[in-house]
């Protein structure tokens, strides 16, 4: 709901900004060059359409793998616990248990906040490292602790790869000459709007105030996803949470 106050807030600034422009700088003189601006805007529009859908597409689909991979890794986490279970050492698993409690306590205390400023979460690799420990250190001796072991460690393995993947996806971030040129583009395109020389004035308020409202947006949508931590679109760490509620619940 705030992205769109705040847009209906910017189509408002360009609407006014068209009035100002036709009233003292009366762009309406200039409508016998309508044809040459309409298609500089025909050849201008679809480069720039390109290109802001190409932006919006990347940060979204980041954003969507970022989400992925934060439900896949609480699903690793609980299926290690699972797995644990097999293993005819109760205290294993208790402890296993108590490792996986850690891990997901520091992420959901620190609420993503270190991938937000671009940086790794300390206490929870290092309580994702306890937990490696705690596997090593497991004695067995018959074979089908053997098997149960090898899962484990599979496992393990996979919980650790997600965690990676979800931390460099996560600190990924648009280039910031892709962002300043979109953003570039984006007034030129507006500015063009603002002195179109509309016949009926009402017409090109209107037309601005679209413009400004759809460009208000892309340039919301572009920070909200491009850091899925921050804003009203964040990403929260709900998953692990109820992968730790399931573990102390359910089993």
């Known amino acids: 709901m705030p992205m769109i106050w705040k847009s209906f807030a910017f189509s408002v600034v360009c609407a006014a900004l068209y009035w100002y422009a036709r009233a003292y700088l009366h762009t309406e003189l200039y409508i016998v060059d309508v044809g ?7 050849v201008f529009g679809t480069l720039y359409g390109i290109l802001a859908a190409f932006v919006v597409f990347e940060v ?21 616990f699972r797995l644990s279970l097999y293993f005819r050492d109760p205290e294993f698993t208790q402890r296993i248990k108590l490792g ?3 891990y997901i306590g520091h992420i959901v205390e620190g609420k993503f906040r270190f991938l937000a400023q671009g940086q790794r979460n300390a206490k929870s690799g290092l309580a994702l490292r306890k937990i490696s420990e705690i596997i090593q250190s497991v004695d067995f ?10 899962q484990i460690v599979e496992h393990y393995g996979e919980v650790a790869q997600l965690r990676t993947e979800r931390t460099n996806e996560s600190r990924n971030r648009l280039p910031r ?10 007034t030129f395109a507006l500015i063009t709007f603002l002195i179109m020389p ?54």
């Open 36 to 42: 040459g601006l309409s298609s500089f805007l025909g």
């Open 60 to 80: 979204w689909s980041q954003y969507n793998r970022i989400s992925a991979l934060i439900g896949k890794e609480a699903q690793a986490l609980e299926q290690l």
């Open 100 to 102: 996986i409690r850690e």
């Open 141 to 150: 001796d018959d074979d089908h602790d053997s098997i149960v072991f090898e």
């Open 177 to 186: 000459f892709l962002k300043y040129f979109i953003y570039l583009a984006s």
């Open 198 to 251: 509309f016949e009926v004035a009402l017409y090109g308020v209107f037309s601005a105030f679209v413009i400004g409202f759809l460009q208000a947006m892309v340039f919301q949508l572009i920070e909200e996803l491009d850091n899925p931590f921050k804003g009203t679109m964040q990403l929260t760490p709900q998953p692990f949470e109820m992968a730790l509620k399931h573990i102390e619940e359910d089993y």
